[in-house]
């Protein structure tokens, strides 16, 4: 597929370029560069002030159909929009769950009055999301959530344990995978996906410090915590099939504009390799080359997922691209420590600041694990995809 950007696209990149200079100054002149990668935790305040100061621009959600409060953009100008947000040093976006995951649910399997509740709320960066899926017992075998929902005075009671869930910390609601019929015959039904407000005693919110200093996820409790009975999307028991629809959103488009962001950390290589000389170490410049094409094998890896559309069955196309640009991420992080060589291994200060190659090199640790890990992603290729046998459970 070929991509080619007309001159209407040309004018929009301009306008996108502009607004950012001009609004990427200031009191946000601060958050530029900011929240990447191991950095999640950074600035939550002032990144927070920016979520809404994009959203009264309509610099939100700009791939939601216009109906829903988006601004309806094609692929083209989608793409156009995280290159200019990427090159304008445009901080790590706080709202992402929100924009790239529930938001889309919703406008798929909510009701209209969580349409009306939860979108324009998001739109206008006023209220951020957290994932309330993985538990210690329930990672790549999502299906076994113990987290259980029970109906109490019409609300939902909930009691349980999630894990990793990332933004957690600073989120004002969380969408939660519930097991609410513990006798059903398979373990795949009886579960409900609820949406549940963070701001409540009941909830115990403990955050985890990762490798990179940060703690960009936590452990959640939930002891008692309530939410109102109609705050649940799609059929109680039915949960799985919306979770499903997430995960599609999750792995297909959501992930745009972490590419532009994977071109700045690879500019930032090739800058340091030519200043400190590495480049003229043939197997630098080789690992260097495989590196930039293997970007350019994601731009067309995510065009083709973008032109194969979400369903509730995660095509192909997603898990191939998944577990590319994750393996692909890794290799990138350990070409950063090679290309910085000794210093890799050194602080930039005391008591643990790591400077950015380091702090990217420690999180992309993480990449090949979450949003599904890659022994996870070959075996959907080789079932779904390849039709071979399924592995003995
Ligand atoms: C940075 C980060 C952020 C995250 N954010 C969130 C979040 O916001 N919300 C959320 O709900 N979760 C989040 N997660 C959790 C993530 O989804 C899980 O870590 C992931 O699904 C793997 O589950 P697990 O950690 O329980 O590992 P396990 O499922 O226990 O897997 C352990 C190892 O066994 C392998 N394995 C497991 N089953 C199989 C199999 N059938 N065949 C072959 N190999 C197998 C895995 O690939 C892995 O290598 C996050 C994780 C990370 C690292």
Redesign the pocket.
């Known amino acids: 597929m070929e991509i080619r950007f007309s001159q209407e696209d040309e004018a929009f990149r301009r306008e996108v370029a502009d607004w950012l200079d001009a609004n990427l100054s200031g009191e946000f002149a601060v958050v530029r560069g900011r929240g990447g990668p191991g950095d999640d935790a950074a600035l939550i305040p002032e990144r927070r002030a920016w979520e809404q100061h994009l959203g009264a621009a309509g610099w939100t959600c700009v791939g939601w159909p216009r109906q829903h409060g988006g601004r309806g953009l094609s692929f083209a100008q989608q793409m156009i929009f995280h290159e200019e947000y990427a090159r304008a040093g445009g901080p790590g976006r706080l709202g992402h ?1 929100g924009e790239g995951l529930i938001g889309p649910t919703l406008i798929k399997y909510g009701s209209d009055a969580q349409k009306q509740r939860f979108l324009p709320k998001i739109l206008a960066g006023e209220e951020l999301w ?5 538990e ?7 299906a076994n959530v113990q987290t259980r929902a029970e109906r109490v005075d019409g609300e939902w009671a909930i009691q349980g344990q ?7 910390a600073w989120s004002d609601w969380c969408f939660v995978l519930c097991r609410t019929d513990p006798e059903a015959r398979s373990k795949h039904r009886g579960i409900s996906y609820l949406l549940v407000p963070m701001d409540q005693p009941e909830i115990e919110v403990r955050p985890i410090l ?1 490798l990179t200093g940060d703690s ?2 936590s452990e959640v409790f939930f002891n008692g915590a309530r939410t109102a009975g109609k705050n649940i999307v799609g059929e109680v028991n039915q949960g799985w099939s919306v979770a499903m629809g997430t995960l599609a959103f999750e792995r297909g488009a959501s992930t745009l504009g972490q590419q532009m962001q994977f071109q700045n950390e690879l500019d930032e290589i090739i800058e340091l390799a030519q200043a400190n000389g590495k480049a003229r170490d043939p197997l630098i410049r080789q690992r260097i080359a495989d590196a930039w094409i293997g970007l350019r094998l994601q731009r067309y890896n995510a065009l083709r997922l973008l032109a194969v559309g979400e369903n509730d069955e995660l095509p192909r196309e997603a898990s191939i691209y998944k577990i590319f640009w994750a393996t692909w991420h890794r290799e990138l992080g350990k070409l950063a420590m090679d290309v910085l060589g000794p210093e890799s291994e050194i602080l930039e200060d005391r008591p643990y600041v790591l400077n950015r190659l380091q702090r990217m090199y420690l ?1 992309t640790r ?1 990449d090949t ?8 992603q ?2 959907i290729i080789s079932e779904r995809g390849l039709g071979l046998p399924r ?1 003995p459970r």
Do not use: H, M, R
Not at 130 to 134: P, V, W
Not at 136 to 142: E, I, M, R, T, V
Not at 162 to 168: E, I, P, Q
């Open positions: 769950i957290c994932q309330g899926y993985s210690p017992n329930a990672g790549s075998d999502l999630k894990v990793w869930t990332s933004g957690a990762q960009e996820f999180f993480a694990i979450y949003a599904g890990s890659n022994e996870i070959k075996n592995e």
